[in-house]
Structure formats: structure tokens, C-alpha cells
């Protein structure tokens, strides 16, 4: 059986990952955020699936950090519809990177995402 590593942690990521280059940078943004142990990332689909053991991890975080890809906003709705409070949100289009069924970005865009969460967790 597999095992889950959905220890607490007191920051929690959950980013989008959805089918374009803003959903993947919202991923990746996060990937880097846990790298640097700034937060922990987090299974956004366990979290809207009720998986009990992400459910009962979350309910002791103390942030709760949402990156979107775009303004369907597909994460944050999970969080919500999870019943959990959204502490902290950034949307990667909000800073300017548009759109794209493409799976590519810059260092530079990349870096912009994590700083921006960095400074939401920082107020």
C-alpha cells in the first residue's frame, strides 16, 4: 500500500495544475515554495476528493495558500468547497503572464509567482 506523506505542516500549498502554461507555473511555483521550506505542498484533487488523511492534515494548518493559474480560479474553489479557509491567494494571470495551452515559462515568470506568495505570507 502506498503511503501518504500528507503530514501537517503550519503552511499549506495548493496550487492549480491545470492544462495551460499558468496552471503549470502555479505547480511549479509551489514545487519551489516546499523546495525552499517556505510551505508544504499539498494534494489539491485528495483535498477535493475528502481523502480523510489531506482533510485531517489540513484542519491544523495555519495557512492556507491558494495559487490559481487563471480566474476560473479551479483551486481556490476546491479549498473552499473543502470547507477550509483560503489565507493566502495569488493568481498567476493577476501578474501579468497571459494564458496558453503551452507548458512553457521563464525563470523571471516563475520567480515572480513565488515572490508573490512569498509577500502575501509576509502581510
Request: aromatic share 4%; with cysteine.
Amino acid at each position: 500500500m502506498a503511503k501518504c506523506t500528507c503530514e501537517p505542516a503550519e503552511i499549506m500549498l495548493f496550487p492549480c495544475a491545470g492544462g495551460s502554461n499558468v496552471g503549470q507555473l502555479a505547480n511549479q511555483a509551489a514545487v519551489k515554495l516546499d523546495q525552499e521550506g517556505v510551505g508544504k505542498l499539498f494534494c489539491l484533487a485528495g483535498l477535493g476528493g475528502h481523502v480523510q488523511s489531506i482533510v485531517e492534515s489540513t484542519k491544523v494548518a495555519k495557512r492556507i495558500v491558494a495559487i490559481d493559474g487563471c480566474p476560473i480560479g479551479c483551486a481556490k474553489a476546491t479549498v473552499d468547497h473543502a470547507g477550509f479557509p483560503v489565507t493566502d491567494y495569488v493568481m498567476v494571470t493577476r501578474l501579468g503572464v497571459q494564458k496558453k495551452h503551452e507548458f512553457v515559462w521563464t525563470s523571471d515568470e516563475l520567480d515572480q509567482v513565488v515572490r508573490a506568495v512569498k509577500e502575501s505570507l509576509e502581510s
